[in-house]
Antibody, heavy 116, light 105 residues
Framework: EVQLVESGGGLVQPGRSLKLSCAAS????????MAWVRQAPTKGLEWVAS????????YYRDSVKGRFTISRDNAKSTLYLQMDSLRSEDTATYYC?????????WGQGVMVTVSS | IQLTQSPSLLSASVGDRVTLSCKGS??????LAWYQQKLGEAPKLLIY???SLQTGIPSRFSGSGSGTDYTLTISSLQPEDVATYFC????????FGSGTKLEIK
């Protein structure tokens, strides 16, 4: 059974940093592209970033380019999202997803609140 | 590519045939998926590549469409289908529609 378990969320002040982790199990992690998708409270879904299976290439939505960094450790089957210079509009539940184009499986999500 | 879903809210009776619409701002080339999100849960993949049913999804769910216009159909609505449904395109970038909230009448 595929499991994706996010951690690292919380309350953070604007301009500060936070690093999310996603522990994967139930599949060969190194074979799959991975992505982060977020959902602001009572809003729709928004793709944030993706990474190839090797970690050699990364992709970001424009609003987080230069502030967020997606990475992975295939030896630990773990996906990361380093979020710097956080803004109030980054407040959302962040989901870890398996897949590059079609997002096959999703974690339960972790809440990030950016507020002073 | 922007996706417009309609209606935003749909109320139907158990057993009804339900149709949800998703329209793209440009050609999606059938790279269209549908997700179901129940209250307080993560989204779940239902359909990919317009009409391919994901493993484990009941056969009452089906997808169709081409070009810019796509449809998710539930052939016989069940109480457990209450959820918000999002379409998602992966033809040019990755974008989601704003969702259709499905309720039982």
């Amino acid at each position: 059974e595929v499991q994706l378990v996010e951690s690292g969320g919380g309350l953070v002040q604007p301009g500060r940093s936070l690093k999310l982790s996603c522990a994967a199990s139930g599949f060969t992690f190194s074979n799959y592209y991975m992505a982060w998708v977020r959902q602001a409270p009572t809003k729709g879904l928004e793709w944030v970033a993706s990474i190839t299976n090797s970690g050699g290439s990364t992709y970001y939505r424009d609003s987080v380019k230069g502030r967020f960094t997606i990475s992975r450790d295939n030896a630990k089957s773990t996906l990361y999202l380093q979020m710097d210079s956080l803004r109030s509009e980054d407040t959302a539940t962040y989901y870890c997803t398996r897949g590059g184009m079609v997002l096959l499986d999703w974690g339960q999500g972790v809440m990030v609140t950016v507020s002073s | 590519i922007q996706l417009t879903q309609s209606p935003s809210l749909l109320s139907a009776s158990v057993g009804d045939r339900v149709t949800l619409s998703c329209k793209g701002s440009q050609n999606i080339n059938n790279y269209l998926a549908w997700y179901q999100q129940k209250l307080g849960e993560a989204p779940k993949l239902l359909i990919y590549n317009t009409n391919s049913l994901q493993t484990g999804i009941p056969s009452r769910f089906s997808g169709s469409g081409s070009g810019t216009d796509y449809t998710l159909t539930i052939s016989s609505l069940q109480p457990e289908d209450v959820a918000t449904y999002f379409c998602y395109q992966y033809n040019n970038g990755l974008t989601f529609g704003s969702g259709t909230k499905l309720e039982i009448k």
